[in-house]
Every structure is written in C-alpha cells, then in structure tokens.
C-alpha cells in the first residue's frame, strides 16, 4: 500500500469487510437489507446511525459510508474505529484497522515517538509532528515560498517541511495527505508550544485545493512564530505581525532585525513581549482584523513602557507590496518608516 493512496485504499478494504467491521465495534447494531443499523458512533442502542454495507466504492451510495439522521454526522469506517477506540491520531487509527483486518503494520516514519497517543491538536501532538520535519532547503516549502516572492531563508530555522501532512476535512471527515509547510511556534523562552501548517499544492505552486489550507495545533497564546531571534540573546527591538508571508517579506529588507508572527490577529493581540524590549514595530496587515490585532498589541506594549512604531504596507500586506511593486519599492518603503538607526543596523545596504 504506497503511502500516498494508504488512506483511501484502507479506507476501501474496510468497506469490502463492511459487515463484519460493524459486527465487531457496532455490535449493538443489526443488519437490516443492505444497512446495519445502531443508535450512533459509540455504539448505543437504537436505529438512528446507519451504515451502507453494499455498494460501489466510492461516489454516492459507497459501501463503507454512515449517516448519523439524528444528529447529520457522516463518515466512512475509519472515523468508526476511531470512535471505538477514542483515537485521536489517524496513524493509532489507521494502525488499528490494519489489525483488524490483518494488514502488517508499516515501518513508521523516522521521528514518530512510541507510546500513548497524542491528543489531537496538543502540544504533545505539536511535538511529534515536528520531530517528523525536515529543513526547507529544497523542498516544495522553499519553491512555495520563492514563489511568493521570498528567497532570503537567513534565520529561519523555525520554518520546516513535512512531506505527507494528513488534512481532516471538517465537513466530510476525509482524510487525505499533502505536502505541508510547517512553522514552529514558540514562547519567550524558546519552548516548542505548538505549530502553524499550511498545505501545499503537490507542485508547490500555491496552497493546496482544500477548505482551510492554514491549520494551528497546540497552545498558541503568548507564542508566535520567531525569525531571528535566538533565545539567548537579549532583544530590544523587533517586530511583530500576523501571518507567516507578511514577516517573511518584511526579512527580504530588513533581514537583521528580529521579528514574530502571531499568525491571527486574535494571538498577535495577546503575543508575550520578550523582557528588556525598548521598542516594537507593528506590522499590520491592511483590514480592520489587521488594525485590530496591532491595536492590542501597541496598548499592551505601551502600558509596558515599550515604544511602538508602525510599519504599514502601500496593499493589503507586504507580500503583496513584494510581489506587486517588487524588492526596491518595499526596501524604499520601509526604509522610510524604520528609524534612521534602526535602519542602519536592521537593512542591508542596496
């Protein structure tokens, strides 16, 4: 089973066994024609949820597939099993059905911790999907990235790839696998908190075609993401903004100077300055959740004492100005906006 397709090829030998799946984790259920019939996913009693045990193997009617009609719930006999085992991970999910149906479990990949899962979205979790990353440095992360315009990766070591990032559809329960940009998320101390991941295109030409491209696991609040900044040095200017691209593209000019993504306009609000600061330049995106976002911060900062500057792009963020108006228009640009000695320290000559 190639790595790729294990999802929905595992997901199809479950639905050859169909019947005999519900019979062992729905087992207060009973068949009735070409369903079997239970109260829902955990098993209870009743005729509310039911699951089609024949059918093509995939599009509508697909054998394999469940409706819960009291609740609207739906999925396939992988979300059954994982509701039978209260797994939250699909690799524990996955290793479970293999032995349900025999299957010799595969090699896991170098990085994954044994032991007791993690719960799904924590900082645990966080940690062991990071220990399963690999550099940028010539991945399709780094070609994503170049084509956004960003080429100077100095300093941003919190920046990782993950080749088969699994991708949960909120609607449908599909699982599925993607190339992923992976940023780690850390607090003041330099702690891995939790991780930003955006989904990528097979090519690394943009995002991947799912929903919502851009997901974050694990405890978030006071954390972003750092470029240039080592946590044993002391920091008395940097710059803070919301998204990954934006902070990105303001390091293709000012690539010395520290700076963190909060990566929503909510946590950028609530961001843990480090102590020692003496003045923070807000990089806001263009809209009101941008000004927002920045607003928060710069009062916080202020009650603290810390000087605050803005630094505001001529489009709706820097990425756009990089990409749009090109590298000199947004040297030109913030240059203009950084103090004469922020500027000389913080901007490579051009």
């Known amino acids: 089973m190639s790595r790729a397709g294990s999802v929905a090829e595992l997901a199809q030998r479950l639905a050859h066994e169909a019947e005999a799946v519900c019979k062992h984790y729905l087992s207060n259920g009973q068949r009735s024609g070409n369903y079997w019939l239970v109260g829902d996913v955990d098993n209870s009693p009743g005729r509310s949820l039911y699951v089609r045990l024949e059918g093509p193997e995939s599009g509508p009617g697909a054998a394999g597939k469940w409706t819960d009609a009291a609740t609207g719930e739906f999925g396939d006999l992988l979300d059954i099993i994982a509701h039978a085992g209260k797994l939250t991970e699909f690799r524990d999910v996955a290793d479970e059905a293999r032995r349900f149906l025999s299957l010799p479990r595969p090699e896991r990949p170098k990085g994954i911790v044994d032991g007791q899962p993690a719960v ?17 440095e010539g991945t399709i992360a780094e070609r994503y990235l170049r084509h956004r315009g960003i080429t100077d990766f100095r300093g941003c070591s919190a920046l990782r790839f993950h080749a088969n990032c699994y991708y949960r559809d909120a609607a449908n329960g599909i699982t599925t696998q993607f190339p992923a940009l992976i940023a780690a998320v850390t607090n003041t101390s330099g702690e891995l908190t939790g991780l930003h991941r955006t989904w990528l295109s097979p090519d690394g030409s943009d995002k991947a075609p799912v929903e919502s491209p851009r997901r974050a696991m694990g405890q978030l609040l006071g954390s972003g993401v750092r470029f240039g900044i080592a946590s044993d040095q002391p920091i008395t200017v940097m710059a803070a903004g919301e998204g990954l691209e934006t902070l990105l593209s303001l390091r293709m000019v000012a690539s010395a100077m520290p700076m963190v993504a909060g990566l929503s306009s909510g946590h950028l609000g609530a961001l843990l300055l480090p102590p020692g600061l003496q003045r ?7 809209d009101a959740a941008g000004r927002n976002g920045t607003g928060r911060l710069s009062q916080r900062a202020q009650a603290l004492g810390i000087e605050v500057l803005s630094l505001r792009p001529r489009l709706g963020d820097f990425n756009d100005d990089l990409r749009r108006r090109g590298l000199d228009a947004l040297s030109e640009a913030v240059g203009a906006q950084l103090l004469a000695a922020d500027r000389a320290a913080f901007m490579p000559a051009r």
């Open 120 to 136: 799904r979205g924590s900082k645990e979790a966080a940690r062991r999907l990071h220990a399963m990353t690999v550099p940028i």
């Open 280 to 286: 923070l330049y807000m990089a806001g995106d263009a």
